[in-house]
């Protein structure tokens, strides 16, 4: 099979990308690098079958077909990065979006979006089923992403209605792993960054919101899983076992061995007190549901970042 990926230098997207190639596809990544690294691709360097062009997927894509598979992942899905861009995080999931259908379309190829649990808001239901329509803030800080989000499976979901696009729809919940920018915003990387700069552990409000972690294979088997299906409307995709942010920075200490303090600032406008997947839609149709413990997840992760930083200091004392 020919896959088309936008956003193939992110975090997701480049083991995405890893997974296509892996079952004998060939690939053709697209990114502008806004947030992504090409460094998250290198390894893929010299690989036949992979074909990386840096490009923004507002613009017409004019890739040579035919795919067999569209995969839309192209987004700023860091709180840091969409509230600095707002406009761009808005048009990949408006412009970019129907530009990737429209190549979808035109190759009768499958279509596949990933969603946010941020589509259901600070949510009133817990679990979050995908029959929940969700309580967003249409005008907030978070709504340039929340609301392109729900936009993008609006027009995912009218592109099959009208064109008979086979579209698919995964609303993903937090993910993290190896290639996670320390930088995002986001609290993982946020927690092991400041852990192994021997510095507070940050935590916005009082630290009792909650969140479920997926590990990044698991999440990427779940979007492969959804690809084959024949399901159109959203399946969430993420790890059911729910925990406090304050519980999951006890839980980093713990395992990198710091003793680096916790300090706590106010709780961002709109910023969900209760995030946790109902997965039982998932587990029906596409046997799927998360295997990598949290423990094991953290500790890959975690070496993937002392890794990173050994390089950056041995590069630094080469200069």
Not at 128 to 156: I, M
Not at 211 to 237: H, I, K, M, T
Request: a negative charge; charged letters at 25%.
């Amino acid at each position: 099979m020919r896959h088309l990926v936008s956003g193939a230098a992110g975090f997701i997207g480049s083991h995405l990308c890893d997974r296509l190639l892996a079952e004998g596809g060939e690939v053709v990544g697209l990114d502008n690098l806004i947030t992504g690294s090409a460094e998250n691709l290198g390894h893929l360097a010299g690989n036949t079958r992979f074909q990386f062009r840096i490009f923004d997927v507002t613009q017409t894509i004019e890739e040579s077909g035919p795919f067999d598979q569209v995969w839309h992942l192209a987004s700023l899905a860091s709180p840091k990065f969409y509230l600095k861009y707002p406009i761009e995080t808005l048009e990949s999931g408006s412009t970019a979006t129907r530009n990737m259908l429209q190549v979808a379309r035109r190759d009768g190829a499958r279509f596949l979006l990933t969603s946010t649990s941020e589509c259901y808001g600070d949510p009133l239901e817990h679990p979050q089923k995908e029959t929940y329509w969700g309580n967003v803030n249409p005008v907030g800080e978070r709504s340039c992403y929340d609301e392109s989000k729900r936009y993008a499976e609006a027009l995912t979901m009218a592109f099959h209605r009208e064109h008979g696009v086979r579209t698919n729809i995964a609303r993903i919940f937090n993910t993290y792993g190896p290639r996670m920018a320390l930088n995002d915003g986001r609290v993982v990387p946020a927690f092991v960054d400041q852990a192994l700069r021997g510095e507070p552990l940050t935590m916005f409000g009082d630290g009792k919101q909650t969140r479920s972690f997926c590990y990044v294979s698991d999440l990427v088997d779940g979007l492969w899983r959804l690809a084959q299906s024949e399901e159109r409307f959203p399946v969430n995709l993420g790890n059911p076992v729910e925990l406090t942010i304050l519980e999951f920075a006890e839980r980093t200490q713990r395992l990198m061995g710091t003793e680096s303090p916790l300090v706590f600032q106010p709780l961002p406008s709109d910023d969900p007190k209760q995030r946790q997947p109902d997965i039982s839609k998932a587990k029906r149709l596409l046997g799927w549901e998360p295997k990598i413990g949290l423990e094991e997840g953290l500790r890959e992760t975690v070496d993937y970042f002392k890794r990173g930083t050994r390089t950056r200091l041995e590069s630094s004392s080469q200069r």
